[in-house]
């Protein structure tokens, strides 16, 4: 049963409240509504505190800027200040508060209204809830946190101005929703999953404009024919008085609703029923498209983290085209994304419906012209027909599959799935035990807080503690000392050994940043080593992630900008690697242009098209990381059971790398490998690079294997192979259901194949045959039991 339920404000203020609020409400879509009215006092405190959480908000966001895709952050924000420190303590604090003041403020005058609402509906209802209000500080209010919400599952709250017209319906003529997909500039973002998530909806017809210019967004906005969804991805921004918003569609031109206004007019009346604006700060742009009587808008109302915004399009593109009414679609699709709040926190506070109140929302059959037809899952099949199709045949579709697979596969369109099985091969390896030349030292949360915060200012490890810990180590007499942790302020000169060390002792490897780009310069080495052994003793801890913020590749070495506050040119693994290897009387050579050799080993660096991936930028010396598949990589102490000594024996020490680093997660040097399982998992960057290093060592010293891969001629042999052996099993087996069974014994084979094959080093193609036997076996099926 669906009820709409529409409040208005009317008129007042914060300071002298709200007197007079209605409620209309709708009962099972009656014409003729029943009102309550009632008032709100004032609370110029509320809007106060709700400023106050965005401007922690929008801290947070920044911080995590960087991190959209990576979803990581280093040390030195925290050790330099930069960005500002931002408690989430006190964060999560200021939105309980928020919550409270809120629904104190609804529960002092809004009772009235509550208590008839409460009467009349029932918790099973579908209820839209629409406010009508002018004021721009009401609209930013979280309403979904009224507590009327948690009793009523099936409401949504939306937004709409006071003022507002119907716009006729117009009738369609086509039996698909047409999308108008509008990719902006997407510098910093990754829009191939929007993308790729539109080209997959049921009955849809979508045109995409990748960085449009203007003239040829007018162009097609004015389109004859309309369009049914607006759909836009990139940067916007809102004014701080919400009035107005601007969308950047490419790279250099920003355009304003007023803007495109005869453009989005002529849409409307043509046809247009919802535009989705899955970017920042988008409460400016509702306000404009409010004001043109667009019947159904999507926002976000602050800046929006790219993981956040991709989850919250995907779940509700699934719900809505799955059968499921606009508003719970929606509703749904923002509650999932309470899954990522602890690392993107109030992420499901974001989305948000702003509505003409005069408008029923579609449902997407209803969009597609097909209001009768269930759902794809629910066609019946048609009747089997007995015609068999000759080897050749069967072997000319399986050619023709491989080579669609194959043409997909060089799109780039493969790999987020391909990256997704190799991870999982990579976890079904047998353990391989702790590295033997590793030890680890860890700086704990605690071990954080047992330090005098006047000694340790703003890092994990003060000038103090690393003095003892490395007097502690030398006794002794470890061959290489790795520190993953930065120390960019001043030595006091009280702590001479300290200094002395970070002069002349060579075995003692350091860490710097370089520069991310003009704003950020990097974080330099410390202070005390000379600069003609910054090369030799000096290692950065940048790192390339993939675009699904997974770690699993190894950036050996890069070409640092000049402008950059850390000028070594070689990783921090693979310079302390380097450092143990030279007491084996081995170096690092270059071979050829792209590759790299120590001793009899070659590190044969990815190119843009290697293994599973396809154009990928592979800037500097790049290498897949073979991470050793054990629980724990090498021993391990905190900071406090070394310094203590009667843990950190000789064995334990003696002739050994020893790395230190922290855990704390308050230092964010985090990072999502291969391992971890879902985004609340991270392993800490000390452990990523004793992987790294483990990584280097076993191969030169060991001859465990590197990761490698074929070329793309002999992948696509390979999936062509898999494709004729698919179409063979239907070939030889005419019953379906003995060729699916038979079939799934193929797949388990290629699967067993891969795994093996990866033991050894290998980066074989799992997904893409895995799709041409399923799909040879699948289409020869169909044909056979449908022609």
Not at 307 to 313: D, G, T
Not at 584 to 613: A, F, H, P, V, W
Not at 645 to 655: A, I, M, S
Not at 666 to 680: C, E, Q, S
Request: aromatic share 8%; hydrophobic share 40%; proline share 7%.
């Amino acid at each position: 049963m669906s009820q709409l339920v529409v409040l208005n404000f009317g008129e007042g203020s914060w300071k002298d409240g709200f007197p007079s609020v209605t409620a209309r409400l709708w009962e099972n879509e009656n014409r003729h509504p029943t009102q309550f009215t009632g008032r709100l006092p004032p609370a110029p405190q509320l809007p106060e505190l709700y400023q106050q959480w965005r401007a922690l908000y929008q801290a947070l966001s920044e911080r995590l800027r960087l991190r959209q895709y990576s979803l990581e952050m280093e040390i030195e924000f925290e050790e330099d200040g930069t960005p500002d420190a931002v408690s989430d303590v006190e964060f999560e604090d200021l939105c309980k508060q928020l919550k409270q003041q809120l629904n104190r403020w609804l529960d002092s005058g809004f009772g009235r209204i509550e208590r008839q609402l409460r009467a009349k509906l029932s918790w099973s209802d579908e209820i839209r809830i629409i406010l009508e209000v002018e004021d721009e500080q009401l609209r930013q209010l979280p309403w979904h946190l009224w507590n009327f919400f948690e009793d009523f599952p099936k409401a949504e709250i939306a937004l709409s101005t006071q003022e507002y017209e119907s716009v006729p319906l117009r009738p369609k003529s086509t039996k698909k929703v047409r999308i108008l997909a509008i990719l902006g500039n997407a510098l910093g973002i990754d829009l191939r999953s929007d993308r790729a998530l539109l080209e997959k909806l049921p009955y849809a017809e979508t045109v995409f404009l990748v960085e449009p210019t203007t003239k040829e967004l007018h162009k097609f906005l004015w389109d004859e024919r309309g369009w049914d969804i607006l759909f836009f991805a990139g940067h916007s921004s809102s004014r701080a008085d919400g009035a107005t918003g601007q969308l950047e569609i490419n790279g250099s031109d920003s355009l304003t609703i007023p803007q495109l206004r005869h453009a989005l007019t002529a849409a409307i009346d043509r046809g247009l029923q919802l535009a989705i604006f899955n970017s920042c700060d988008g409460l400016g742009l509702a306000r404009e498209l409010g004001d043109l009587d667009l019947p159904q808008l999507i926002v976000m109302r602050e800046p929006v983290p790219d993981l956040v915004a991709q989850e919250f399009l995907k779940n509700f593109l699934t719900t809505f085209s799955g059968g499921n009414s606009f508003y719970l679609a929606v509703r749904e699709a923002r509650e999932k994304l309470q899954g990522l709040e602890k690392e993107f926190p109030c992420a499901c506070w974001l989305p948000l419906i702003c509505q003409n109140p005069t408008a029923t929302p579609p449902t997407w059959w209803e969009l597609c012209n097909r209001p009768t037809l269930a759902p794809p899952t629910q066609l019946q099949p048609r009747k089997k027909s007995k015609i068999q199709l000759s080897l050749g045949s069967i072997l000319a579709i399986s050619l023709i599959i491989a080579g669609a697979i194959v043409g997909l596969r060089s799109l780039g369109l493969l790999e987020p799935i391909e990256l997704k099985a190799f991870d999982r091969l990579m976890r079904l390896r047998p353990d391989e035990g702790p590295d033997p030349r590793l030890l680890l030292i860890t700086v704990t949360g605690t071990d954080v807080q047992a330090q005098p915060a006047q000694e340790r200012k703003s890092s994990s490890l003060s000038n103090n503690a690393l003095e003892q810990l490395l007097d502690q180590l030398d006794q002794y007499e470890p061959r290489v000392v790795g520190l993953d942790i930065y120390r960019a302020a001043p030595v006091e000169p009280k702590y001479n050994r300290l200094i002395e060390r970070f002069r002349n002792d060579d075995r003692f490897i350091n860490v710097c940043k370089v520069a991310d780009d003009a704003d950020n310069p990097g974080i330099p080495p410390p202070n005390p080593i000379p600069k003609d052994k910054i090369l030799e003793r000096v290692g950065f801890s940048d790192v390339v992630t993939d675009p699904d913020g997974i770690l699993r590749r190894h950036l050996l070495a890069l070409g640092p900008p000049r402008k950059s506050l850390c000028q070594t040119q070689v990783s921090l693994s693979l310079q302390v690697a380097l450092r143990y290897l030279a007491d084996e009387g081995m170096e690092l050579e270059l071979e050829g242009r792209r590759d790299l050799r120590i001793q009899d080993t070659l590190l044969l660096t990815l190119d843009k098209n290697s293994g599973g991936y396809h154009h990928l930028d592979a800037g500097g010396f790049q290498i897949p990381l073979n991470y050793r598949s054990t629980d724990r990589i090498a021993p391990q102490l905190t900071l406090a059971e070394a310094l203590e000594g009667n843990k950190l024996t000789p064995e334990l020490v003696r002739d050994r790398i020893v790395l230190i680093g922290t855990t704390d997660k308050t230092f964010r040097d985090l990072h999502h490998t291969p391992y971890d399982r879902g985004y609340l998992e991270y392993t800490p960057g000390v452990i990523v690079q004793a992987h790294a290093i483990g990584q280097i060592l076993g191969a030169v010293l060991d001859e465990r294997p590197l990761l490698w891969w074929w070329s793309k001629g002999y992948e696509a042999l390979w999936i062509c192979g898999w494709s004729i052996f698919g179409g063979l099993v239907v070939w030889r087996f005419k019953s379906a259901a003995i060729a699916g069974f038979t079939g799934g014994i193929v797949l388990i084979a290629l699967c067993g194949s891969c795994y093996v094959l990866l033991v050894r080093g290998g980066w074989i193609p799992l997904i893409p045959p895995a799709f041409a036997v399923i799909a040879t076996i699948g289409t020869v099926s169909i044909y056979q039991r449908l022609s």
